[in-house]
């Protein structure tokens, strides 16, 4: 059997404790546990002239990482400007704030054309080639343009927006031709699935995508939440809670997430249960994400502007009702915090999966498990009926589930997370990948 070559724009540091946010690198690497495979992508640095450099390799546990720097005109137009300001927001349905460039396109185009020139130095015949997420669309077609017969999959990790979302776009239908070289196009819902189809339709073409959700390690997420309970800094939080309920809230800082909505649906429940005042504490950690982009730093001052309010209007002396974190957590203890929250609130306006709602889950202690309050724009929502499902844009409806779930019997938390644990167990991230690949397997062979 030939290798796995997976290419996507993040690739987690293979040596480091504290990871990137961010569900591709986390799903992926789960996925790809004690597959022979090479993970090609961005080293995360930048040098002067990227077409002309040697791959940097480091094989760990079987997989080899082979990473390329980008320069910084790449790094701004093909990762800020192209992917996260443009391709980003329109993905989300958020029209409203996408900026386009011509140039931008030009170096979006530049980059994944460097990636297969870097590709075909090191391609064998026999690989198969899993290309993911946004970043890379045109990147089949530049592999076939340079003759690349092997078998390419393509997996979006984010939504896809019906045809009258992406038709905004003004490379659209290129880029949809472009997607016709992939031999399978995974999507993570339906719902995507009928939109790109739709798509394809709308620009005459003969394709159609298929829904593979992804998942999480599950045993390693539970066994890393119960390993770390006791670590110094776990009881350092449970102590500072004082018997009070803990509501989590984990995120990459970005406009997807809905975190603005989910202070408002908070405060909302101080307001009309003002028997929760004191009795809860709400914990949102968000690393900062794509800081160099102008709507994330919006977003950033909007949350420091919010959360100064909410508490300045409802703390005591001895109480805050947030505590505010804009700096990444080592997984192992978020699994632990995931452990030990009452409630996990997960209130994206449109997300392609959300996978920390399969990590509270996976997280919970059967025992007495804490409650999932999700939105149903998660992609992860058609899975998830068992969780307290809200829409984000009523702050009643979030506080109302708050209090539903700060205040649910026993009995009731376990039916629920029982019917939630069984489905995360059987959807797993490698059960994800074996099925992509065995559905790519079977494909006709590219002519
Ligand atoms: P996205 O891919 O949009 O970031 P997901 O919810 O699918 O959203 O994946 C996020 C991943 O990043 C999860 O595995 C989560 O545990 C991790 N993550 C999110 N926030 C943090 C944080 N504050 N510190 C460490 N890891 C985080
Ligand atoms: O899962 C969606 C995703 O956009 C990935 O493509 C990406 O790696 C992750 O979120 C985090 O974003 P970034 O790579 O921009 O830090």
């Not at 993570?188 to 073409?205: K, M, S």
């Not at 914990?283 to 102008?294: E, H, N, T």
């Not at 399969?358 to 992860?380: C, I, M, Y």
Request: with cysteine.
């Amino acid at each position: 059997m030939g290798r796995l070559i997976v290419v996507s724009n993040r690739v987690p540091s293979p040596r480091e404790r504290t990871q990137p946010a961010g569900g591709l690198a986390v799903g992926l690497r789960d996925a790809m546990k004690g597959v022979e495979s090479v993970w090609f992508g961005w080293s995360g640095q930048y040098s002067e002239d990227s077409a002309d450099q040697e791959p940097v390799f480091d094989k760990v546990e079987g997989v080899t990482f082979a990473t390329v720097d980008l320069t910084r005109e790449q790094y701004e137009r093909f990762y800020e400007n192209f992917s996260n300001a443009l391709l980003w927001p329109l993905f989300h349905y958020r029209i409203g704030i996408i900026d386009f460039h011509r140039e931008d396109l030009r170096v979006y185009r530049e980059v994944n054309a460097m990636f297969a020139d870097h590709l075909v130095r090191f391609l064998k015949p026999d690989d198969t080639i899993w290309v993911h997420d946004y970043h890379l669309m045109p990147l089949g077609a530049e592999l076939r343009k340079r003759g690349v017969k092997c078998k390419i999959g393509f997996f979006l990790h984010i939504p896809f927006p019906p045809w009258s979302v992406m038709r905004v776009l003004p490379p659209a239908a290129e880029f949809l031709r472009e997607m016709v070289s992939y031999d399978l196009i995974g999507l993570q819902t339906e719902e995507d699935v009928r939109n790109l189809n739709e798509c394809f339709r709308g620009c005459g073409l003969d394709k159609a995508a298929q829904a593979f959700p992804i998942g999480i390690d599950p045993k390693e997420f539970a066994q890393q939440a119960v390993d770390n309970i006791r670590d110094p800094e776990v009881k350092r939080l449970k102590d500072s809670l004082r018997g009070r309920k803990l509501i989590l809230g984990v995120d990459r800082l970005d406009y997807s997430k809905g975190i603005p909505e989910r202070l408002r649906g908070y405060e909302t429940l101080l307001k009309r249960y003002p028997e929760h005042l004191r009795g809860a504490v709400f914990l949102q950690i968000s690393p900062l994400s794509r800081a160099g982009v102008s709507s994330y730093q919006t977003l950033r001052r909007e949350l420091d502007e919010l959360v100064g309010f909410i508490n300045g209007q409802h703390a005591d002396f001895d109480w805050t009702p947030i505590r505010y974190l804009t700096q990444p957590v080592p997984r192992a203890l978020l699994a632990s915090f995931h452990r030990l929250a009452d409630v996990a609130l997960v209130t994206p306006l449109r997300d392609g999966m959300n996978l920390v709602a399969k990590e509270f889950v996976a997280a919970q202690d059967a025992a007495d498990p804490g409650v999932l309050v999700l939105s149903h724009f998660a992609g992860a929502a058609p899975e998830m009926e068992n969780a307290l499902l809200i829409n984000p844009y009523d702050c009643d409806d979030v506080a109302d589930a708050l209090d539903q779930a700060l205040t649910m019997p026993l009995d009731e938390r376990q039916k629920r997370w029982e019917a939630l644990n069984e489905e995360v167990t059987r959807n797993t991230a490698a059960h994800w990948a074996r099925h992509f690949l065995e559905v790519l397997g079977e494909t006709a062979s590219p002519s």
